[in-house]
């Protein structure tokens, strides 16, 4: 181990180390600081996070939908389309179909949004699949951050794949 004059060596176990947001840096054997810190940067890299857009999007909703999409984020990829939606906004959905509720009557209507579109990015609009991917790992993220009232729109409706909404 003549080596390790100059660098620090860790032995250290898969789940060992975890960064903040539960980062998992699987490394099984005896490795230098230097690596794992190459390694730290590598996986950094491979999470998914918020473009502008979506962030712009998530500072209009309730701070519980935040925390939501906050953790499945971690864990998936997708896009955050709309919170609050304004009046023009609303009635013009209604007009193009894209909503059947007049102003004030949808949730995106309130400020902050009870109602949040996600979709997968990148956005495929014909692949359910994925859609129904995404809609699992909400589900989590959601027992994992306490929110009990957000529904699907796909399963109070069975159209409206890209909306979730709370209660109240
Ligand atoms: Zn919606």
Not at 6 to 22: A, D, F, N
Not at 25 to 34: A, D, G, M
Not at 66 to 81: G, M
Not at 89 to 101: F, I, P, R
Request: aromatic share 10%.
């Amino acid at each position: 181990m003549a080596s390790c004059i100059k660098e620090v060596h860790i032995r250290c176990r898969m789940e060992s180390y975890t960064l903040g947001q539960g980062i998992l840096i699987p490394v099984k054997n005896l490795f230098t600081l230097k690596t794992y810190q190459k390694l730290l940067k590598r996986k950094l890299k491979q999470m998914p996070s918020f473009g502008n857009r979506s962030l712009e999007a998530l500072e209009t909703v309730d701070i519980r939908i935040s925390k939501v999409l906050h953790e499945a984020i971690k864990h998936y990829d997708f896009s955050v389309l709309e919170g609050h939606r304004d009046e023009e906004t609303q009635n013009k959905y209604v007009e193009t179909g894209a909503s059947k509720l007049k102003f004030p009557y949808s949730k995106h209507n309130k400020y902050p949004s009870l109602a949040v579109d996600i979709v997968p990015y990148p956005v495929d609009w014909e692949n359910l699949h994925r859609f129904k991917e995404l809609s699992k790992v909400i589900k989590d993220a959601c027992e994992v951050v306490g929110v009990d009232t957000l529904s699907w729109g796909y399963d109070l409706w069975k159209w409206d794949m890209p909306h979730w909404e709370l209660e109240r």
